[in-house]
């Protein structure tokens, strides 16, 4: 029978009853009287925001109510995704890493700008085109080389049907890009003739293709959309981070500083493809834009 203690608020009732067990049930003395308690371990994060230390509530944090969750949680939204530090996670050396390697490939593109505007002759073609071909030597080795510092950098899983919208939905983004790639350029192209300037085209070429549209879509997408976007989206939102890593794109083209504008535009667009259709879907759209632009400029 159940025993009974004064001093148990409890009395004779069991504060975790079997269901499956008639109430009057008894037991033998070699078992044990009452099921033994369940308790549900719940792991305190550190909100990704606020630093403040707590068991999320519903999802979001006690004090600022960002949204937060598990890193091994799968919704198939990728929007709602966040990977909150843990509470033993001293920190991710390889945001570290992504700096230094952008501060590297930011340098490489001053060095170029410093060459073709402020040089003291103009350069024809056939030296920009081979200072081109350098200049993205060493950022295709610095990419490669951020590769092996950060590894892997998966995002949130997306469902295949939120994907499949994603790639139809580029390709009318694909060409409000160029509609408003070409009237700003057209704007800049009048802006420069005013002041006695003419701006470089590039004919379609085989080395031309291979420097405009095939090493920016495979190399830039790599460090912008898949090395930087990876290790930002550890420690801040997928839209911040959308953002974040445009303006880097931006700034990442120095060299070109009347573009960088349009530049930031396009880094957004192709963020918020890398989230919804995936790595290949914003080097595809680069690939066609940057063809798009050499065809027509070079026509």
Known sequence: MPRHDDRDPWGDRDPFPDPDLPPDAEFPEDEPGRPAPVYEVVETVVCWRCDYRDVPDRGRCQKCRARIADEDEDDGDPWRRRRPRRTDDNGDPRFGAVIVYFVLFLLVSIVWGWIVLLGDRDLGEDEILRGTAVVEAID????????????????GAVSVQGRVAAWLWAVPVLGLLLGLNFLYAEALRDFLRQQGLQPPAMPLTGLTLLLVCVQPAVVEELFFRYVAFGSLSRVTGVHSTVFITAVM???????????????????????????????????????????????????
């Open 140 to 155: 295709t080795v610095l990419v490669l080389l951020s590769l092996v510092a950060v590894g892997r950098q998966p995002l």
């Open 249 to 299: 794109f931006a700034v990442a083209h120095i060299y070109n500083p009347l573009g960088m504008p349009y530049l930031f535009v396009a880094g957004v667009a192709f963020g918020y493809a890398r989230v919804w259709g995936g790595l290949a879907l914003p080097m595809v759209m680069h690939f066609f834009h940057n063809l798009a632009v050499l065809a027509t400029e070079g026509a």
